[in-house]
């Protein structure tokens, strides 16, 4: 289990610099749900206040990772990696 667990999070570290190097930056949503799932998994739960009403960007960010509460970082790792996967050949890299 602890391999596995080491294996998910060397994939997750790789998912993290690859989405960055996409030759077609993906579309706002996507971009939220790598967000979310990318704060779920390096930090927990969210543990911050909600932007201001004026902040669009910042409250689209907070909810992406609110949505999250109660999900495992394991579990957000995953998902994470698995839509990186669908934006690589979506998108190219």
Known sequence: KQRVKRMSQVEFKKAAEEVKHLKTKPADDEMLFIYGRYKQATM??????????????????????????????????????????????????
């Open 44 to 93: 927990g739960d969210i543990n911050t206040e909600r932007p201001g009403m004026l902040d669009f960007t910042g409250k689209a960010k907070w909810d992406a990772w609110n949505e999250l509460k109660g999900t495992t970082k394991e579990d957000a790792m995953k998902a994470y990696i698995n839509k990186v996967e669908e934006l690589k050949k979506k998108y190219g890299i």
